[in-house]
C-alpha cells in the first residue's frame, strides 16, 4: 500500500499534539482527511456514513418546521453538513471544545467546511458541551428541537470522564430542558446497541430506539456498524 501525507495543520493542546493531514491513498484511490492526538487517531473522513446517518435519523424524527438544531462535536463537519441537507433546519448550532477544529473550518481546510461555513444558517461556538447541557438555560435560550450528539466513543466510553454524567438518568434529564417539549435527542456510539443505556434513556425520553448502521469498510474488505440512538420526548 502506497500513501502520501500532507500535513494541513499542527497545534499544541493540553491533551498532546494535535495534527490534520490529507493522505491519498493508492490502494483505496480515496483522499483521506484525518486528525491525530499525540499517536492515537481521533477522527478520519474514510468512513462517515453513520455520522450522516446521526442527523438523519435524529432529524426524521423531529415534527415541524423551521427546525432549531444543535450538533454537538464538530469534528470533520460531516454530521452538521448532513442536518444543513434537511431544508427544515432554521438554525444550527455546533459546539465545539477544540478552538483547533472550529479553526480548520473558518480557514476551509475541511472537504465540507466552506458549504458549513458559508451557509448563513450555521453558527461555530467555542464552548463544553456537557458542560452547557447541566446549566439550567436561561429563558431567552433557544429550546432545541433537535441535539445531535457525537463526541464520545460510546454511552460507556467517554473521551473524558467530565462527560459521563450526562449519560446518567439526572445528566439527560438535564440535556432534556435544552430541547422543545417535542424534541429529540440523537446519539452516535462505536458500540452496538446496549440494552441497559435504553433503558436510561428511557427514564430521561417517552421513546427509545437503537439503530444500527452498516457501512462498508474498504480497510477491512467487509461491513462494519455503528449505532445511532434516538429519543424522543413525545
Ligand atoms: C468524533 S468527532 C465528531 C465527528 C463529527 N460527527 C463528524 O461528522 O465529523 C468529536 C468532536 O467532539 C469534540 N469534542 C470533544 N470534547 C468535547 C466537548 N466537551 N464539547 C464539545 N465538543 C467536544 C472534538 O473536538 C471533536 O471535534
Given at each position: 500500500?502506497?500513501?502520501?501525507?500532507?500535513?494541513?495543520?499542527?497545534?499544541?493542546?493540553?491533551?498532546?499534539?494535535?495534527?490534520?493531514?490529507?493522505?491519498?491513498?493508492?490502494?483505496?484511490?480515496?483522499?483521506?482527511?484525518?486528525?491525530?492526538?499525540?499517536?492515537?487517531?481521533?477522527?478520519?473522513?474514510?468512513?462517515?456514513?453513520?455520522?450522516?446517518?446521526?442527523?438523519?435519523?435524529?432529524?426524521?424524527?423531529?415534527?415541524?418546521?423551521?427546525?432549531?438544531?444543535?450538533?454537538?462535536?464538530?469534528?470533520?463537519?460531516?454530521?452538521?453538513?448532513?442536518?444543513?441537507?434537511?431544508?427544515?433546519?432554521?438554525?444550527?448550532?455546533?459546539?465545539d471544545?477544540?478552538?483547533?477544529v472550529i479553526d480548520?473550518?473558518?480557514?476551509?481546510?475541511?472537504?465540507?467546511?466552506?458549504?458549513?461555513?458559508?451557509?448563513?444558517?450555521?453558527?461555530l461556538?467555542?464552548?463544553?458541551?456537557?458542560?452547557?447541557?447541566?446549566?439550567?438555560?436561561?429563558?431567552?435560550?433557544?429550546?432545541?428541537?433537535?441535539?445531535?450528539?457525537?463526541?464520545?466513543?460510546?454511552?460507556?466510553?467517554?473521551?473524558?470522564?467530565?462527560?459521563?454524567?450526562?449519560?446518567?438518568?439526572?445528566?439527560?434529564?438535564?440535556?432534556?430542558?435544552?430541547?422543545?417539549?417535542?424534541?429529540?435527542?440523537?446519539?452516535?456510539?462505536?458500540?452496538?446497541?446496549?440494552?441497559?443505556?435504553?433503558?436510561?434513556?428511557?427514564?430521561?425520553?417517552?421513546?427509545?430506539?437503537?439503530?444500527?448502521?452498516?457501512?462498508?469498510?474498504?480497510?477491512?474488505?467487509?461491513?462494519?456498524?455503528?449505532?445511532?440512538?434516538?429519543?424522543?420526548?413525545?
Open positions: 500500500m502506497s500513501a502520501r501525507f500532507e500535513e494541513l495543520d499542527w497545534q499544541p493542546t493540553p491533551m498532546g499534539d494535535l495534527t490534520l493531514r490529507r493522505r491519498t491513498d493508492a490502494s483505496l484511490g480515496v483522499e483521506i482527511f484525518e486528525v491525530k492526538l499525540g499517536d492515537e487517531f481521533l477522527m478520519s473522513s474514510l468512513f462517515t456514513v453513520a455520522e450522516e446517518e446521526l442527523a438523519r435519523l435524529g432529524l426524521a424524527a423531529v415534527r415541524g418546521d423551521h427546525l432549531q438544531v444543535l450538533v454537538g462535536g464538530l469534528g470533520l463537519g460531516y454530521t452538521a453538513i448532513a442536518a444543513l441537507r434537511d431544508p427544515r433546519v432554521s438554525v444550527m448550532t455546533v459546539i471544545t477544540m478552538p483547533a480548520w473550518h473558518e480557514r476551509g481546510l475541511l472537504p465540507v467546511s466552506e458549504s458549513l461555513t458559508g451557509d448563513p444558517r450555521t453558527r461556538v467555542l464552548d463544553d458541551f456537557f458542560a452547557v447541557m447541566r446549566r439550567a438555560p436561561e429563558p431567552s435560550d433557544i429550546r432545541y428541537d433537535a441535539i445531535l450528539l457525537d463526541v464520545d466513543h460510546s454511552p460507556r466510553h467517554q473521551l473524558d470522564p467530565s462527560h459521563a454524567d450526562l449519560y446518567t438518568p439526572s445528566g439527560l434529564r438535564a440535556l432534556t430542558r435544552h430541547l422543545a417539549d417535542e424534541g429529540v435527542f440523537a446519539l452516535w456510539s462505536d458500540d452496538p446497541p446496549d440494552d441497559e443505556f435504553v433503558a436510561i434513556a428511557g427514564s430521561a425520553f417517552a421513546r427509545v430506539e437503537a439503530h444500527v448502521v452498516d457501512f462498508d469498510n474498504p480497510l477491512t474488505g467487509g461491513t462494519s456498524s455503528n449505532t445511532v440512538y434516538v429519543a424522543t420526548r413525545l
